[in-house]
């Protein structure tokens, strides 16, 4: 039973049967190809028969694996390696077909290749999943035939593999890597000119050309008998938090990912980079109700903990309750904090009817609004009206890029900071903002 389910027939020995059927045919007309038929359909019993042992006659003669990582990162490409193993004393025709998780919605993954007699071959395929989650890879199933391509004999390796697809790690450590080795520049992150002082005092050093001459310290100048100044430093140990919505408003798509999860892969790149700033992150998620709430800590592996919670996230997409929120805030949050705000309107109107939550959270807090551009009604404002009905549709899509910008000076009339970004720019933009307004001292 177990060589039954194992033994497929080639594509090709149909095109043979088809040969010998059609010599057959013919040989009604002319019966001098009767015989000629005949050893035909002998020769290809044999050469059934031959195949067939070929493949069967050596155990453990092929082997492969699929080598899963721990986790896959949300959003990423991330690369699958396969290898191959050819025990076979000649050439082998392989034809690998891996089941990949159903989100993936792929069944036509194939993967061909010949192999020499007792030849090894690796290679890498790429995955990009769009939802967190887990995911089950089925089969790896591979399919051997010889050069005669009469049958194929299936193999089959790594019954059911289960990997986690967590928030973009793989974005986090990119955003870590450049921030380490000093090329910020290259992926959009600014270098922000300082103003003013930290209230860090660090030390008191020589004079060099170019310290500014207001930071002076006289007495030490005196004691000294050269100029000398004062260092300061950034102030460390700021509590920071992410805070994402994670209601309606974010479950729309761009590029198969939600807002919420742009959100939740912004939230541990920025944790990541505040980390590493000597500040403290903390998280709070909600939307009905509060989800989670992790204090703002300064500890590495703290990042560890934001991680699982943001892997964790799973809502209903129900309506947001601001007031809810802002008593939350209120409660736990009790020194002031840079509050990073996820969250998307889609109308002025809906900005206007949680303002007044948004401006009590501003009061104690530096709240930042961040608040998403629609890019699809950006390529249909730039694309040409042809005819009437899409001059209308450009012209509501003008519309409701102008109300997005409402939004931002809405909030900027009450004092209230904003981001307005494409979803694939939130990170760069986010850190930016962070990076400004520690240079600012505006917390």
Request: hydrophobic letters at 40%; a positive charge.
């Amino acid at each position: 039973m177990k060589f039954l389910k194992s033994i497929y027939i080639h594509k090709q020995f149909y095109i043979y049967l088809a040969v010998v059927s059609v010599c057959f045919l013919v040989s009604y007309w002319l019966p001098l190809l009767y015989p000629i038929a005949w050893i035909l359909a002998i020769v290809l019993t044999v050469l059934l028969f031959t195949d067939i042992l070929l493949l069967y006659r050596f155990k453990k003669a092929f082997s492969a694996r699929r080598l899963l990582p721990d986790k896959l990162s949300n959003s990423d490409e991330n690369a699958i390696p396969l290898t191959l193993n050819n025990r076979y004393p000649f050439q082998i025709f392989v034809d690998v077909i891996d089941e990949l998780p159903i989100q993936f919605q792929k069944r036509d993954f194939s993967y061909k290749i010949s192999l020499k007699p007792n030849e090894h071959h690796d290679f890498i395929y790429d995955v990009r999943p769009v939802e967190r989650g887990e995911y089950v890879f089925g089969n790896l199933n591979v399919y051997i035939s010889t050069r005669l391509l009469i049958v194929k004999r299936k193999y089959q390796f790594q019954n059911e593999q289960m990997v986690p697809v967590y928030p973009s790690f793989i974005q986090m450590q990119k955003y870590d890597f450049l921030a380490i080795g000093n090329h910020l520049t290259q992926i959009g992150l600014k270098k922000i000119r300082r103003i003013g002082h930290t209230s860090e005092f660090e030390q008191i050093k020589n004079y060099v050309v170019g310290d500014d001459y207001r930071t002076i310290n006289w007495k030490a100048t005196a004691k000294q008998a050269q100029l000398m100044v004062n260092q300061f430093q950034d102030e460390k140990s700021q509590p920071i938090y992410s805070v994402i919505d994670t209601g309606r408003v974010m479950k729309m798509p761009f590029n198969g990912l939600k807002l919420l999860d742009y959100s939740i892969n912004s939230a541990l790149a920025f944790s990541n980079v505040a980390l590493k700033k000597h500040d403290k992150v903390g998280l709070i998620t909600f939307s009905k109700n509060i989800e989670h709430v992790l204090p703002a800590i300064h500890k590495l592996t703290y990042l560890n903990k934001i991680l699982e919670a943001l892997y964790s996230i799973n809502t209903q997409f129900n309506d947001s309750d601001y007031g809810l929120l802002y008593a939350q805030i209120k409660r736990k949050v009790t020194h002031r904090s840079l509050l990073l705000l996820y969250t998307n309107f889609e109308h002025i109107s809906a900005l206007k009817r949680q303002l007044p939550y948004l401006q009590a959270i501003s009061k104690k807090h530096m709240l930042v609004v961040i608040l998403f551009e629609n890019t699809e009604l950006e390529t249909l404002i730039s694309s040409n009206a042809e005819d009437i009905q899409s001059i209308y549709h450009k012209t509501i899509a003008e519309k409701f890029a102008y109300e997005k910008r409402l939004m931002v000076k809405e909030l900027q009339k009450h004092g209230i900071q904003s981001i307005l970004t494409a979803p694939e720019e939130l990170t760069i933009n986010t850190i930016n903002k962070y990076l400004e307004i520690k240079a600012r001292g505006l917390l």
